[in-house]
């Protein structure tokens, strides 16, 4: 027991052998914190207890579950159990929730949760998602609330069930033997008449008996104090503040009154805010008195004064005229800002009415609040500014539109953002570059959540002139809003499909926010990396997409949006590769993250893999209706979407499929030039030639395809340049032109082989010439095995087709990464290991990436070696790569 501490044997027997849910409800200053540590350090469950204080984080419901998730994984049991958080800018209160519950299902050991100033947890949806805790919480899982009044958790259910004890104010108040406890522990000797007078006038309130026990040190005649000890609680509490002031030296009363502005307060601002020195000294003795002063960290560094008491001396600072508060708020916001506290720093600067600072700094900041999560932070700052200050600020209204478009409010978000535009020569020329990057980015944001391509183009260039034009005048738009803007420029010119740079830009981004530990945004850039990488080759769009599933796993945002694109991404690459039953989970996983209707452009690339796989399955009635529900979000006055195209594309396959031929020819009438010229549609007109028994009319109108896919093959993606010798071969073989025909064939053969595409295999199926070809001299008896397998060609093949079958039921065992470890297949971890090997990185580093010891990397390695027969690691990878285990050529190298 610490100075001044009371043991309160029938409280913590009543704790002890409380319910699984304890409720502490009493009003400040009732000795409830005091109270639940005791009795955590009395019983010795220090390392069984998770303790949270809600104070400051009522209003973000982020930062109060992430200091859940981060007490509970402080306990012996939880370390084991619970994974880590981190903070991200959509992070959803109910899906920690269930992150909790799924963790904690296989607790076994007796654990304490403590959640403190329970009161201070004032939004809706935190509430309801702590009902859903406490109502589904294991049974070894133990909660205790501390609040001032009861909460609105539904706990009448669990008092009829027995589950639920309570604590309450009458039984927090002090007996006449605790009050007397308390005064010996404090080192005064009062007369038992004192003692029982004092008790009686509290009514064993504990703060008061604290503040009368400080008042009472060094009195000189105590009887008379305690019969003068009267009044209502406000009385009593500013007589007895007089009293403990009165009795501190004049530095002390000084910096009580002068710190009494900030919420928490450390030995380098009080120095600051009173002019003098020692000021942790100071506070560290007030803190051992055991009064009115709390250490709020480990280290003792940090203090807080109970919140009566702090509102009572910022009463007195205001009747002595000490100092001005406002005066003071504006020296502790700038040395806030200066000693890396951006958040405490603007909320001081708007209580000192320092707009111009509160702006300037929430400007600057903007660019790692976002990333980091704190998105309700934000919100907050932004609703800190009086509605006078904001309507007349373009960078505060610029601000104001990125939490529009959080909400999905699109059409505000675009006023605002007009507004700011009109205002930008009001904005200091010293921050005017900054203003016009995060404007424009707000911008792009917006045209892409739009589909509006042509201006995603625009504001994309505009954006490069404004990164370029920052660097090149010194403006320091600090790393966090550089590696925003470089992903939000890459991300756009993967999206326009056409626009350069996007590779560089991605790179840059990724690179910039891992160095400076943004793992949000790096997982933002590996997605579109993933998606720019897939257009060149599927294996290395797989190993990205792995790479941003696995970073998103590893922070708790697996099922967040933008991990959406990853999982649809891979499920993508594993639909061209023709594993199908593979695809399947990954894009019931993107469909269960995405929110369609605030991330449009995320909706549409969703449906056209989900259409994708249909064909690839034969459920041509099902991707027509994929592709008809898509319709609205692929094309709207704005702007149509840039996989359109495509979608149309898949439209028409299918229709061909189900033999609706005349209305394949309207759609294709009707449709515009550019639209029609496209490799897509050509494709698809060519694949209705041969439908309608017409082979040469479908050779004429691949001829230009086949020209370039011979003349810039860089200038097709794979699945297109498969596609086109595929239709080609086809229509050689209908025109009984064999050496045409195969010749075409084992270009498409050649084509598909790096990546292992199989899809167009699968949608313009031709079982009896792959067999036929099968039987000539090819090097791809293994691909064309594996193509028959997947279409399930009941046709007879020679001994040789019949061994690469085999061998191909080992590969496809490889890649479905079984989580068993035995011989000739590939476990998660080695899997992981070899998407790694064509890299240049060393053991040591894929270990560092990994987050594994080098030991376990090595294990993998040789595991890696033996079961694909290899001696080496480059003969491992060219095994790999044959497989389609992992990408036939770096197509974007991000380095760490």
């Known amino acids: 027991m610490s100075h001044g501490t009371v043991c309160r044997t029938a409280l913590f027997e009543r704790l002890g052998r409380a319910g699984r849910i304890t409720e502490v409800s009493a009003p400040a200053g009732s000795g409830k914190t005091t109270l639940l540590r005791s009795w955590v350090d009395e019983a010795g469950l220090t390392e069984h207890t998770a303790y949270v204080s809600a104070r400051g984080k009522g209003r973000d419901p982020q930062r109060f579950w992430i200091a859940v998730v981060d007490a509970l994984r402080g306990t012996t049991a939880g370390a084991a159990l619970v994974r880590r958080l981190t903070a991200a800018p959509d992070l959803d209160g109910w899906a920690v929730v269930e992150h909790l519950l799924s963790d904690l299902a296989a607790l076994r050991e007796r654990t304490w949760l403590i959640l403190d100033d329970l009161h201070e947890l004032t939004a809706t949806d935190a509430l309801r998602q702590l009902q859903l805790l406490l109502t589904r919480a294991p049974a070894e899982l133990r909660f205790v609330l501390a609040t001032r009044h009861d909460m609105r958790l539904g706990l009448h259910r669990l008092r009829l069930d027995g589950e639920l004890s309570e604590i309450r104010a009458a039984s927090l108040r002090f007996t006449l033997g605790e009050t007397r406890a308390l005064f010996d522990a404090s080192g005064l000797s009062l007369s038992e008449k004192a003692v029982e007078l004092l008790h009686q006038r509290t009514e064993g309130w504990a703060a008061g008996l604290r503040l009368a026990a400080l008042s009472l040190a060094g009195h000189p005649d105590p009887d008379r104090f305690a019969a003068e000890f009267s009044g209502s609680d406000r009385t009593v509490a500013e007589y007895l503040l007089a009293e403990v002031l009165e009795h501190q030296p004049e530095p002390v009363?000084?910096?009580?009154?002068?710190?009494?502005?900030?919420?928490?307060?450390?030995?380098?601002?009080?120095?600051?805010?009173?002019?003098?020195?020692?000021?942790?000294?100071?506070?560290?003795?007030?803190?051992?008195?055991?009064?009115?002063?709390?250490?709020?960290?480990?280290?003792?560094?940090?203090?807080?004064?109970?919140?009566?008491?702090?509102?009572?001396?910022?009463?007195?600072?205001?009747?002595?005229?000490?100092?001005?508060?406002?005066?003071?708020?504006?020296?502790?916001?700038?040395?806030?800002?200066?000693?890396?506290?951006?958040?405490?720093?603007?909320?001081?600067?708007?209580?000192?009415?320092?707009?111009?600072?509160?702006?300037?700094?929430?400007?600057?900041?903007?660019?790692?609040?976002?990333?980091?999560?704190?998105v309700g932070t934000a919100h907050e700052l932004l609703a800190g500014f009086p509605a006078s200050i904001a309507a007349g600020n373009a960078e505060i209204t610029a601000l104001m539109a990125a939490w529009d478009l959080d909400q999905g409010s699109l059409h505000e978000a675009e006023r605002r953002l007009a507004l700011a535009a009109q205002g930008a020569a009001t904005v200091p020329v010293e921050r005017r570059g900054r203003f016009e990057v995060i404007s424009t980015v707000l911008r792009l944001r917006l045209a892409r959540r739009q589909g509006n391509l042509s201006v995603v183009v625009l504001e994309a260039q505009r954006l490069l002139r404004a990164i370029e034009t920052a660097d090149a005048a010194h403006l320091g738009l600090g790393d966090g809003l550089r590696a925003l803007a470089l992903l939000s420029l890459g991300s756009a010119e993967t999206s326009a499909l056409g626009l350069d740079g996007a590779e560089q830009h991605l790179e840059q981004g990724i690179v910039l926010a891992r160095r400076i530990d943004r793992p949000y945004l790096e997982l933002a850039g590996l997605v579109y990396a993933a998606h720019l990488a897939a257009t060149r080759s599927y294996a290395a769009g797989a190993e990205l997409s792995m790479r941003a599933i696995d970073l998103a796993r590893r922070h708790g945002w697996a099922d967040k949006p933008v991990t959406s694109i990853a999982w649809a991404a891979h499920a993508d690459v594993l639909i061209a590769q023709g594993r199908l039953a593979e695809a399947e989970p990954f894009l019931e996983r993107a469909q269960h993250a995405l929110q369609s209707q605030v991330n449009r452009a995320a909706g549409v690339n969703l449906h056209c893999v989900r259409a994708g796989l249909e064909l690839a399955r034969g459920e041509y009635d099902a991707a027509l209706a994929t592709l008809a529900a898509v319709e609205p979000l692929a094309c709207t006055p704005v702007t149509p979407h840039a996989l359109r195209p495509i979608l149309r594309a898949q439209r028409l396959h299918a229709l061909i499929r189900l033999g609706e031929t005349e209305t394949v020819e309207c759609v294709l009438a009707e449709m515009p030039a550019d639209e029609r010229d496209s490799v897509v549609t050509r494709i698809a007109e060519a694949a209705l030639r041969l439908a309608q028994g017409d082979p040469q009319a479908a050779r004429n109108v691949l001829a230009a395809l086949t020209s370039l896919a011979d003349a810039s093959p860089a200038d097709i993606r794979p699945m297109c340049a498969v596609a086109v010798m595929l239709l080609e071969a086809m229509a050689c073989d209908a025109l009984a032109c064999p050496d045409q025909a195969r010749r075409a064939l084992e270009r498409a053969l050649d084509a598909a082989a790096p990546d292992n595409v199989l899809f167009p295999f699968l949608v313009y199926r031709a079982p009896d010439l792959l067999e036929r070809h099968a039987r000539e001299n090819t090097s791809h008896a293994v691909l064309i095995a594996e193509i028959l397998d997947r279409l399930g060609a009941n046709v007879s093949v020679p001994e040789s087709i019949a061994r690469a079958r085999a061998a191909v039921s080992v590969s496809v065992a490889a890649r479905l990464e079984p989580s068993a470890h035995s011989h000739g297949t590939l476990s998660r971890g080695e899997m992981r290991v070899l998407r790694d090997l064509p890299t240049n990185l060393s053991a040591p580093e894929i270990a560092a990436e990994l987050s594994l010891s080098v030991n376990t990397i090595r294990t993998h390695m040789r595991h890696v070696y033996e079961k694909l027969g290899a001696h080496g690691r480059n003969e491992a990878v060219e095994l790999a790569r044959s497989l389609g285990l992992v990408a036939g050529s770096p197509a974007l190298r991000i380095s760490g």
């Open 253 to 374: 009363r000084e910096l009580l009154l002068r710190t009494s502005v900030l919420d928490q307060v450390n030995g380098g601002l009080a120095d600051l805010l009173t002019g003098g020195s020692g000021g942790e000294r100071i506070l560290l003795d007030l803190e051992s008195d055991g009064a009115f002063v709390v250490a709020v960290d480990p280290q003792r560094t940090w203090f807080r004064y109970h919140r009566l008491f702090a509102d009572l001396l910022q009463l007195e600072l205001r009747r002595t005229a000490v100092a001005e508060p406002p005066a003071l708020r504006g020296d502790a916001a700038r040395w806030y800002a200066a000693h890396g506290y951006p958040v405490d720093a603007i909320r001081h600067a708007q209580a000192a009415h320092d707009w111009d600072l509160a702006v300037r700094l929430l400007s600057e900041h903007w660019g790692d609040l976002y990333p980091d999560g704190q």
